[in-house]
């Protein structure tokens, strides 16, 4: 993998990412849970205190599992673009990739091996299809920096430039099936309207769960 999610701010849930309680919310208590580019630890942790998952993970830096290993998380150093593919079918309840899609080689290699060792991926990703980022492209003149994508185009470790209606048609060409798909607006708050082009175009970022269709 080109790089991992960036380290979450906290790790108790007031001060969590809010993608982060979203994507806490979307599984069950007491299951099997891999996140695939942990980073520091603050998801695998949160999911850990607040609904006893059997918690895993994999992370490209060697920071992020010291990070992780320090806090008695089990994480283990790996490239998803590369290491997935050793996982055994239905190994976890859930498969997770916070942050991190648009830094893979291969976004539909790893969400394929996802939903194959996974009964359930979780996604989270920053939509480059909102409209600032439009606007600042067509406008500026220049690839954007948001709060969400802090980084120069020189140094960005998005490789992918994924927007949600592109993921979506994604998820459709490897025959999953959308569990339960929620668009977040520049404070973190879930957009009431539904309408694909709404989503794409006022969501900064979005959180599907997957399924394989049966």
Same mark, same amino acid.
């Given at each position: 993998?080109?790089?991992?999610?960036q380290? #979450?701010?906290?790790?108790?849930?007031? $001060?969590?990412?809010? @993608?982060?309680?979203?994507?806490?919310?979307? +599984?069950? #208590?007491?299951s099997?849970?891999l996140?695939?580019? =942990?980073?520091?630890g603050?998801?695998?942790?949160?999911?850990?205190?607040?609904?006893?998952?059997? $918690?895993?993970? *994999?992370?490209?830096?060697?920071r992020? +599992?010291n990070? =992780?290993?320090?806090?008695?998380?089990s994480? *283990?150093?790996?490239?998803? @673009?590369?290491?997935? $593919?050793?996982? &055994?079918?239905?190994?976890f309840? !859930? +498969? %997770?990739?916070?942050q991190?899609?648009q #830094?893979?080689?291969? &976004?539909?290699?790893?969400?394929?091996?996802?939903?194959? %060792?996974?009964?359930?991926?979780?996604?989270?990703?920053?939509?480059?299809?909102?409209?600032r *980022?439009?606007?600042?492209v067509?406008?500026?003149?220049?690839?954007?920096?948001?709060?969400?994508?802090p980084?120069?185009? !020189?140094?960005?470790?998005n *490789?992918?430039f =994924?927007?949600?209606?592109?993921?979506?048609?994604?998820?459709? #060409? %490897?025959?999953?099936r %959308?569990?339960?798909?929620?668009?977040?607006?520049?404070?973190?708050? &879930?957009?009431?309207?539904?309408a694909?082009?709404?989503?794409?175009l006022?969501?900064?970022?979005g959180?599907?769960?997957?399924?394989?269709?049966?």
């Amino acid at each position: 993998m080109a790089q991992q999610h960036q380290p #979450a701010e906290a790790h108790n849930a007031d $001060a969590a990412r809010v @993608d982060l309680l979203l994507v806490a919310d979307m +599984v069950n #208590a007491n299951s099997r849970v891999l996140d695939v580019g =942990c980073g520091d630890g603050a998801l695998l942790r949160l999911l850990s205190e607040e609904k006893g998952v059997d $918690a895993r993970g *994999i992370e490209l830096s060697q920071r992020g +599992v010291n990070d =992780c290993v320090a806090k008695g998380l089990s994480v *283990i150093q790996g490239d998803a @673009d590369a290491d997935l $593919a050793a996982y &055994p079918d239905d190994a976890f309840d !859930y +498969v %997770i990739l916070s942050q991190t899609l648009q #830094a893979t080689r291969q &976004p539909r290699k790893v969400l394929e091996h996802m939903l194959r %060792i996974g009964r359930h991926a979780i996604v989270s990703f920053p939509n480059f299809g909102h409209w600032r *980022i439009r606007v600042q492209v067509a406008l500026g003149g220049h690839m954007p920096q948001t709060r969400n994508l802090p980084y120069s185009w !020189y140094e960005t470790p998005n *490789i992918h430039f =994924c927007t949600i209606q592109d993921f979506v048609g994604l998820v459709q #060409a %490897i025959d999953a099936r %959308i569990e339960r798909g929620v668009a977040l607006d520049r404070f973190g708050t &879930p957009l009431n309207y539904s309408a694909p082009w709404i989503w794409n175009l006022f969501g900064e970022q979005g959180v599907f769960r997957l399924t394989r269709k049966r």
